[in-house]
């Protein structure tokens, strides 16, 4: 019998955490909703933690050159995808988000024109809204194999002004991992229209498929002058809770441009957070590969439990992330299929509406859970699809 992975942690324990995802909803409410994952923190990133408070050392944190954050991320990139950066192109965020506002007030101006593929990560639409940009909507093209990017539509937005490529690299919620040729057709139009491009790459080191992440800025010298790169170690080691993101300047003149906000507007960076990230980085990649893999056998179950039992639900199982985008508009509900899910079985989804129009009638469903609590949320899900008629009759 094989043994559970070390990381796995039983109901009991996620039941007491006080996170958003486990605090939202009812007692009674599996939560599968916002991108956390249900696991363990990885043995160097704990250890690191209870040193800095055995050593009750809160103070002001060493600012991140100083601690060698910088280098460290600058070694990571050049190891894990051939990235050679220099740390001075090198800055720390509380969040990738935030990094996203401030590029947009910085790098444009009110008006100008931002591509976002949809369906999408809602804070790409609400931060162009909010910043006062013009959001030019290019949904993906969906097909039984995945979501495929619309050429002819994203040329279209650049001739209508377009300014900014803002990017999902891998993308959520499809989980879609761009290949090199879709990556090189995106920069031939970045080149023509002279695009600025933001490429959110948080999801890179999760990877299900056997191809690696291919950092945008590495497409071209060209490429990397006009790209701001942004990640953090919140999505792959699991550490949202502490609040710190990556930005690499693809050149002097966008950092320049970006650097008109002050320092201090910027935010901070937390002890914790640099002392995490460290050690994750430094030692982490063991917990990582043990985690992909289960995250793996986990895209595996949901594809075949969606195959076998719900055929009217159109899924390709994700290339990257532990996301699964299920288009249940076959179903016809009645509602909002999060609604009836969270009616009906007890199970909290990522509502579909929010990543944009087009994503009417779908629901993402977070896999990054034990083989145990994800079993129940499907056999939750089965039941009330089975009471309203939607669901397959299981195999005798």
């Keep these: 019998m094989t043994e559970p992975a070390s990381f796995l942690l039983p109901l009991e324990r996620l039941r007491a955490r006080q996170c958003a995802k486990w605090t939202v909803y009812d007692a009674d409410v599996l939560p599968a909703w916002i991108a956390d994952m249900d696991f363990a923190l990885a043995p160097p990133v704990r250890a690191a933690l209870a040193a800095r408070l055995a050593a009750e050392d809160l103070g002001y944190p060493k600012m991140y050159p100083r601690a060698g954050l910088d280098a460290l ?7 894990q995808y051939g990235w050679q950066i220099q740390r001075q192109q090198v800055e720390f965020f509380s969040d990738v988000v935030q990094v996203i506002h401030l590029a947009l007030q910085t790098l444009l101006e009110p008006g100008d024109g931002v591509i976002i593929q949809t369906p999408i990560y809602p804070p790409f639409l609400q931060s162009v809204a909010e910043t006062g940009r013009r959001q030019l909507l290019c949904p993906l093209a969906q097909t039984d194999a995945g979501y495929q990017i619309d050429f002819d539509a994203l040329a279209a937005a650049c001739a209508d002004g377009a300014r900014m490529l803002l990017l ?5 919620p499809t989980g879609r991992a761009f290949t090199r ?11 023509r229209y002279q695009l600025i491009v933001i490429s959110d790459e948080i999801h890179a080191d999760l990877m299900l498929v056997d191809r690696p992440h291919i950092p945008f800025a590495t497409l071209g010298e060209d490429i990397a002058q006009r790209t701001l790169t942004l990640t953090s170690p919140s999505k792959a080691f ?5 609040v710190l993101a990556v930005a690499v300047f693809g050149s002097p003149a966008l950092r320049a441009q970006f650097g008109r906000l002050t320092e201090h507007v910027r935010g901070g960076r937390s002890a914790f957070g640099i002392s995490a990230t460290a050690a994750a980085w430094e030692a982490g990649e063991p917990w990582l590969a043990a985690v992909k893999a289960q995250l793996h056998a986990n895209r595996d179950t949901v594809s075949e439990f969606v195959r076998t039992r719900w055929p009217q639900i159109r899924h390709a199982p994700p290339e990257a992330t532990y996301l699964a985008w299920l288009d249940c508009r076959a179903l016809d509900l009645g509602e909002e299929p999060w609604r009836f899910f969270l009616r009906e079985a007890r199970v909290a989804l990522s509502e579909g509406p929010s990543f944009g129009t087009e994503g009417e009638g779908f629901v993402r469903l977070n896999f990054a859970t034990s083989p145990a609590i994800l079993a129940e949320i499907l056999a939750r899900m089965d039941r009330a699809l089975t009471t309203a008629g939607k669901s397959r009759p299981a195999a005798r």
């Design 73 to 79: 991320f600058a070694a990571r990139m050049a190891a």
């Design 168 to 172: 999902c690299h891998p993308h959520n």
């Design 181 to 191: 040729d879709e990556l090189e057709g995106l920069a031939a139009l970045v080149r």
């Design 238 to 242: 699991n550490l949202a809770g502490l």
